[in-house]
């Protein structure tokens, strides 16, 4: 089966005067896993919403290939999207769950989805609201990871799961991203998580995509450097700085750029890597850009 | 197998020096197959895009080599490779390291040589 890439083009989305998604446009390409980041409220959800068809938006569009996904069944049986929001009815079953997911999407791999659920403790007979909050996404995960879709988003995937099992979702989905190459999208707080696991990372920023790259080429551009506060001032000078903090006499300029290589650095002032959670940081707070 | 990864070099980067330390000290061997990029991608959470770029700068170094259908091994010959680089690097990494930080401390060529002597000959280590 060929994919097609996913464009998102020029999606608006207004709320009465509120824009909370303005003029985003990006593509997503089969079979590699993005890191959706932004901080509260920076409409990611709404982004996957409107990727999936869920909600419209004011203005753009979205198309699979050539094919504008809206009400288009067959580019939409090729995302399922994993969100917060449980629409299943009380008495739902976990077993009715996957079957489900087999009837709308076909080819669910029960077999695998069964090994999972064993795995994270959860009684396929269970129902779906007696669950504990960590168990209820556990088996949202297991769905969405054995769903037969070329894109996957999954939003907040680790809401309420401890420490060893997110390590067994991570662990997870790179197995059958391993076995199956196809689309996830991650959208999550826990970023220092995330790292290592996504290969592009999309950040989203008061309604527009800032940062739209592989997590390497933006950790390649990220330094922070620190001394005391003359020197640091003297070589950022003219440079865009994303972020700074003092502490006593010493500070520490976040640069998400170019730096100048002409320039000398003196020996007081130590240039280092940022990781992806302090590079989020420096893009998203106040002030900053 | 223990890696360890920080911010100083690119993920896929660390991943290779640390492979490439295990072939020299022989934790693989040559001949020997090392882990598959989905064995490592999934125990250390990372990308397989990421090991797969690390393992083909292995392969690329002509450490590695891949055998059709069967997986990654250890070139014969790859121990004395790593032998030959280590020794290359030691120059860079310690030697004209250690000079620049003499200098620094107004350490004269002679003085710094007399240490160099006196660590040869010291029995704690």
Request: proline share 3%; aromatic share 8%.
């Amino acid at each position: 089966m060929t994919v097609n890439e996913l464009i998102i083009d020029h999606i608006t989305k207004r709320y009465r005067r509120k824009t909370v998604i303005n003029e985003v446009s990006f593509n997503l390409a089969p079979g590699k896993i993005y890191g959706l980041l932004g901080r509260n409220g920076a409409g990611k959800s709404t982004l996957l919403n409107i990727i999936t068809n869920r909600v419209f938006p004011t203005s753009g569009m979205v198309t699979m290939g050539p094919q504008n996904i809206n009400n288009n069944d067959a580019a939409l049986g090729k995302m399922y999207l994993m969100s917060e929001v449980n629409m299943y009815q009380k008495s739902t079953k976990v077993k009715r769950m996957l079957a489900d997911a087999d009837s709308f999407y076909g080819k669910f791999d029960f077999e695998n989805a069964r090994r999972m659920l064993k795995q994270f403790g959860i009684d396929e007979g269970a129902r779906f609201s007696n669950l504990s909050t960590g168990q209820k996404t556990a088996t949202k995960i297991t769905i969405a990871l054995n769903v037969n879709a070329q894109y996957i988003f999954l939003d907040e995937p680790t809401l309420g799961l401890d420490v060893n099992y997110r390590e067994a979702f991570y662990r997870e989905m790179l197995r059958t991203y391993s076995e199956k190459p196809r689309t996830f999208v991650l959208s999550t707080h826990l970023i220092s998580e995330v790292q290592q696991l996504v290969e592009d990372v999309l950040i989203l920023h008061d309604g527009n995509i800032v940062i739209n790259e592989p997590v390497e080429h933006l950790l390649e551009r990220s330094y922070l450097i620190t001394g005391p506060i003359k020197l640091v001032d003297e070589y950022t000078a003219g440079l865009k700085v994303n972020d700074t903090q003092t502490i006593g006499n010493l500070k520490e300029a976040a640069i998400i750029g170019e730096l100048d290589d002409m320039r000398p650095i003196p020996d007081q002032v130590q240039i280092k890597r940022l990781d992806l959670q302090r590079v989020f940081t420096a893009l998203t707070n106040k002030g900053g850009e | 197998m223990n890696f360890e990864f920080d911010q100083s070099s690119p993920l896929y980067q660390q991943l290779a020096n640390q492979l490439a330390e295990m072939i020299f000290t022989g934790v693989y061997q040559e001949g020997e197959q090392v882990p598959s990029t989905t064995q490592l991608s999934a125990s250390l959470n990372i990308n397989p895009a990421t090991v797969l770029k690390g393992m083909n700068q292995l392969v690329a170094l002509g450490l590695l080599e891949k055998r059709r259908g069967r997986g990654m091994f250890v070139t014969s010959g790859a121990r004395k490779k790593l032998a030959t680089k280590h020794r290359d690097d030691f120059y860079h990494n310690y030697v004209v390291a250690m000079v620049i930080e003499a200098k620094k401390l107004d350490i004269s060529e002679e003085y710094l040589q007399e240490l160099i002597k006196r660590g040869y000959q010291d029995d704690s280590q």
